[in-house]
Nanobody, 123 residues
């Protein structure tokens, strides 16, 4: 079992930045693909970014390319999401997820989830 705990969410003005962290416990994440999903009210959960086990292969949704950066520190069992140039459309609950094997962009493909952290971007 892998337990995931997100942190770093909050309220930020449009154009600002936040860095989300996801700390894993229970097992080392070195062999897991990790992803960040988000879900806004009334919308489906979407994958915004994902990383293979080493960080050498990553995915970004078109809506966040050039603004968000995923990184991972396997020694610290932690994955990060640096979010820059935030806008109102980024407001959502952000979730960290893990799965064995290569990353996927479909939420049903992930085995482990954090509880989520709220990100609110004000105009």
């Amino acid at each position: 079992q892998v337990q995931l705990v997100e942190s770093g969410g909050g309220l930020v003005q449009a154009g600002g930045s936040l860095r989300l962290s996801c700390a894993a416990s229970g097992r080392t994440i070195g062999s897991y693909a990790l992803a960040w999903f988000r879900q806004a009210p009334g919308k489906e959960r979407e994958c915004v970014s994902a990383s293979n086990w080493s960080g050498s292969s990553t995915y970004y949704a078109e809506s966040v390319k050039g603004r968000f950066t995923i990184s991972r520190d396997n020694a610290k069992n932690t994955v990060y999401l640096q979010m820059n140039s935030l806008n109102a459309e980024d407001t959502a609950v952000y979730y960290c997820a893990a799965r064995g094997g290569f990353y996927r962009t479909i939420s049903d493909e992930y085995d482990y989830w954090g509880q989520g952290t709220q990100v609110t971007v004000s105009l």
